[in-house]
């Protein structure tokens, strides 16, 4: 990321809001007169197509800097979070009403093609410029990634297993030296104080998991350990459960389109859910070899 030179990356952030901009304006331009409907027929393949190099220019900065795409959200201001869940809203929306319309109705209906069309060239260019401006942020030293996530809630109140995993490890090492090697072990990321840590998986921009650990006594040195599932990706795979029903009811007319949505349920969502545990196995593994540790006879 620090090879990328800031002005790169404002002039992607600019060019992202225009072209959300432009997108937002055509969209609207649906619900407008008849008479646009040539110049709107002409324009959204353009919005449409323009949006791969876009959104892949971000995304292919984001995998080669391993940036955490949990925290680039998390962290976006509160407003722009606001306005990003009820754009998402609307566009999952206005996906279901073209989609049925052009099926029955209106079918090949130009208007209905460009207002379904451009919805989605909306979403994503306002979503490449929402992630070009976090990733502005870290280029100029704005945004700290390197920090471990925390979630105060998840933390006092555990999840169920397998969501969550509590073990209770024991080490020779002294806290000090504990929290010295948590803190530049090459496979984690985070922050690691004599008093407590908080890690998740470096080298991924996909971190499900995260661990948080207290040190007890000394010689030897008790870790209390927590590993969960962080709150945005289990948010993010129970709204993609919870809207396939709609998208099947949307596709009634397609074939197969109930057991399509089932597919990813358990496939999607399901695999999802045992990446995460594999991610939390592989964390647990990490913070034992970097604290030389192994599973305590106490509770």
């Not at 306005?83 to 566009?91: E, F, K, S």
């Not at 700290?144 to 209770?168: F, I, K, M, Y």
Request: proline share 6%; with cysteine.
């Amino acid at each position: 990321m620090s090879r990328i030179p800031p002005a790169i990356t404002r002039a992607y952030v600019v060019l992202a809001a225009a072209a959300t901009l432009v997108a937002a304006g055509v969209h609207l331009a649906t619900y407008g007169p008849e008479d646009w409907t040539p110049v709107l027929s002409a324009i959204w393949p353009l919005l449409f197509f323009g949006i791969f190099p876009l959104y892949l220019l971000v995304a292919f900065a984001l995998a080669g800097s391993h940036l955490p795409l949990d925290v680039l959200i998390s962290d976006l201001p509160r407003p722009m979070k606001i306005a990003g869940g009820i754009l998402l809203g609307y566009v999952l929306v206005n996906f279901a009403i073209a989609f049925r319309l052009l099926q029955g109705a209106h079918a090949e209906d130009p208007i209905y093609t460009a207002r379904l069309f451009t919805g989605h060239a909306l979403f994503f260019y306002a979503a490449s410029a929402a992630l070009g401006y976090q990733v502005d942020r870290v280029r100029r030293g704005f945004l700290n990634v390197s920090g471990g996530p925390r979630d105060d809630t998840l933390e006092q109140a555990p999840l169920p297993a397998p969501l969550s995993r509590s073990v209770v490890l024991q080490t020779r090492l002294a806290r000090a030296e504990c929290a010295a090697r948590l803190a530049r072990w090459p496979g984690l990321r985070g922050e690691a104080t004599p008093d407590l840590f908080r890690l998740d998986l470096a080298r991924s921009e996909s971190s499900l998991v995260y661990a948080v650990g207290r040190f007890e006594g000394e010689s030897p040195t008790f870790i209390r350990l927590l590993l969960t599932f962080k709150r945005f990706y289990l948010v993010v795979i129970a709204s993609t459960v919870l809207i396939l029903p709609l998208v099947a009811w949307v596709m009634s007319g397609v074939q197969f389109a109930w057991q399509g949505v089932l597919f990813v349920i358990l496939f999607g969502g399901g695999g999802n859910i045992v990446y995460g545990i594999v991610q939390m196995r592989r964390l647990e593994r990490q913070i034992r070899r970097a604290t030389e540790s192994q599973t305590a006879p106490i509770g």
